[in-house]
């Protein structure tokens, strides 16, 4: 095989109480990639969409993954990797993530399959680190094996895959106000009050015990986020607003996705979330700030072979 073409899905990483630790995959929105082994052993970027993104492989997420993988395994060939992206850049649901873990899995398919799952991961954190100038796997892990994953740690990576009761949804609104990662880690905290840190603890634990009991109660009680919300929330024009619409439209929780602004809401069944997609453009409607809503399933692959 000298060519793949495949669909890198977008990400929800934190999910309130798992700030760097957790991520869930969506069915939409996503890039399409298509990979294609070239005589040289060098990575060369073509970009469809209209971004504006680095062609240069070494500013660039994918090129960057590629090219790791390319010295790693002293490989004497390269490739040709076009990128559609479908997933607004600095939009907080996995953008640049996407785009790193899509190449690594079509790269490892035009090799047949030498990188074990956790090689694959650290191979798009290698890329994601150019947009986001660190190494956290809360989107590639999700994006690459789908579901919701849990990191629990990173020296060695240790991710698990969680069980996602079938009824779970999630709806995304995205605000197109751009916000880089980098920047958003940038105006955290480096110290957490214990008695936060202990209710985080506590969430997490609750949310992933809820996941494996389909236990939609405790899963609503513990999409809490003490720790990270706070600092952020200043960065998304009516954040409170489009928590409160979700909750009131019968969300079971409802935070910042990933870095932002992109802002979700998780829901039990396709209803509630259709529901949700209905109140949350209620606020945003007349802002005058453009946006989109996704509404989507847990996606529970992750990147799939489109042809
Ligand atoms: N955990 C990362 C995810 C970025 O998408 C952060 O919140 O900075």
């Known amino acids: 095989m000298d060519q793949i073409k495949v669909f890198s899905p977008g990400t929800i990483a934190n999910v309130s109480c798992g700030f760097d630790v957790l991520g869930l995959a969506l069915e939409t929105p996503g890039d399409v990639m298509v990979v294609k082994k070239i005589d040289a052993p060098l990575v060369q970027i073509i970009h469809l969409d209209a971004y504006n993104l680095p062609t240069d492989p070494e500013q660039n997420v994918a090129g960057k993954a590629a090219l790791a993988i390319i010295d790693d395994l002293k490989l004497d060939y390269g490739f040709e990797i076009t990128i559609d992206k479908g997933i607004h850049p600095g939009s907080g649901i996995g953008s640049s993530s996407a785009s790193a873990s899509g190449v690594v899995f079509a790269i490892n398919q035009l090799l047949d399959t030498p990188l074990s799952e956790a090689q694959q991961m650290h191979y798009a954190m ?145 209803s509630k979330a259709i529901a949700v997609k209905t109140a949350l453009n209620e606020v945003y409607q007349d802002l005058g700030i453009p946006y989109e809503i996704n509404v989507s399933k847990i996606n529970n692959q992750g990147v799939k072979i489109l042809e």
């Open 126 to 270: 290698i890329g994601e680190y150019v947009a986001s100038g660190s190494y956290h796997a809360d989107n590639v892990a999700p994006a690459l094996i789908g579901g919701i994953v849990l990191i629990r740690g990173y020296g060695p990576l240790d991710y698990l895959k969680i069980p996602v009761p079938n009824e779970l949804w999630a709806t995304v609104i995205t605000p197109k106000i751009p916000i880089r990662t980098f920047d958003a880690r940038r105006v955290l905290k480096s110290k957490v009050l214990l008695t936060d840190a202990i209710q985080q603890c506590g969430n997490l634990a609750g949310f992933i015990a809820g996941l494996y009991t389909a236990n939609f109660g405790l899963i609503s009680r513990s999409l809490v986020d003490v720790l990270i919300e706070p600092q952020r929330a200043v960065l998304i024009p009516e954040f409170y607003a489009l928590k409160q619409a979700a909750l009131e439209a019968g969300a079971l929780g409802s935070g910042i996705s990933g870095s932002g602004p992109s802002v979700f809401a998780l829901c039990q069944g396709e």
